[in-house]
């Protein structure tokens, strides 16, 4: 717990002072307009207008996005689904049956990614004030107003393998993956969950109309990171 306040706190700190930035800057340059007697308007116009101020302003939004980051999880090769399995059991976790049958299909194997680094955000459930607000739908919308992508389903497997549940804020971590449909089942995806038994890749509802409750994290590519799709 102390370790995700401290992570949380990190964060806001780093927006801050991106923001911060952001601000002394714009009013230092408007500042020297106006003191020769120009408008705020036209101090604005000649930032808008300093390429060097506009590369520092790109960089400070830089800060900022990255300040918003979840966690970072790194991909160093691509593996078979058997390879996955053992990696995520070699660590004392488990992988259901469901999501077995899941990483089965080629809609799984599509979303092999290349190595990488690859930086995941969150939408959490409280930020939806009630549950029937909180649908698979709704938060599709939300993280596509944010500039967040679909996380590739891959990359649960990944994680699960990397991550332990302790480190991960919330018992039931859901990877925001186009969903994948077993021929004769529902669409489903992918998630990190535990219980008093253990650690597991799961798999749960994809339906857009299902609804998920508040303690519930959902995980989404960040807006600048570009994952390619392995070959």
């Known amino acids: 717990m102390a370790r995700g306040l401290l992570g949380r706190k990190d964060k ?6 991106a923001l911060g930035s952001m601000l002394t800057l714009a009013v230092s340059l408007t500042a020297k307009v106006v003191s020769k007697g120009g408008t705020m308007a036209e101090g604005l116009l000649r930032l808008v207008k300093n390429d060097q101020a506009l ?8 800060r900022l996005c990255e300040s918003t980051v979840w966690r970072t ?9 058997e390879r996955l399995i053992a990696a995520i059991e070699a660590k004392g976790r488990k992988v259901t049956d469901w999501a077995r049958t899941v990483m089965s299909q080629p809609a799984f194997a ?16 409280d930020e939806f004030e009630d549950a029937p607000q909180r649908t698979n739908a709704n938060i599709w919308t939300a993280a596509e107003k944010l500039g967040y992508r679909k996380v590739p389903a891959y990359l649960a497997a990944v994680a699960r393998a990397a ?5 991960l804020g919330s018992d039931l971590v859901v990877f925001m993956h186009d969903p994948i449909t077993v021929p004769g089942d529902r669409p489903n995806l992918l998630v990190l969950d535990a219980d008093a038994s253990g650690e ?11 609804t998920w409750n508040r303690e519930r994290l959902f995980v989404f ?3 600048d990171q570009d994952s390619e799709l392995s070959a």
């Open 12 to 17: 806001f700190n780093a927006a801050v002072s």
């Open 55 to 62: 590369d520092d302003v790109a960089a400070i939004l830089a």
């Open 73 to 81: 999880l790194t991909v160093r090769e691509v593996p078979t689904v």
């Open 110 to 125: 599509a979303t092999y990614i290349k190595p990488g680094r690859h930086r995941l955000v969150v939408i959490r459930g």
């Open 163 to 167: 991550w332990p549940q302790s480190e």
């Open 200 to 210: 597991y890749l799961n798999t749960y509802n994809g339906n857009p109309e299902n």
């Open 221 to 223: 590519l960040a807006p």
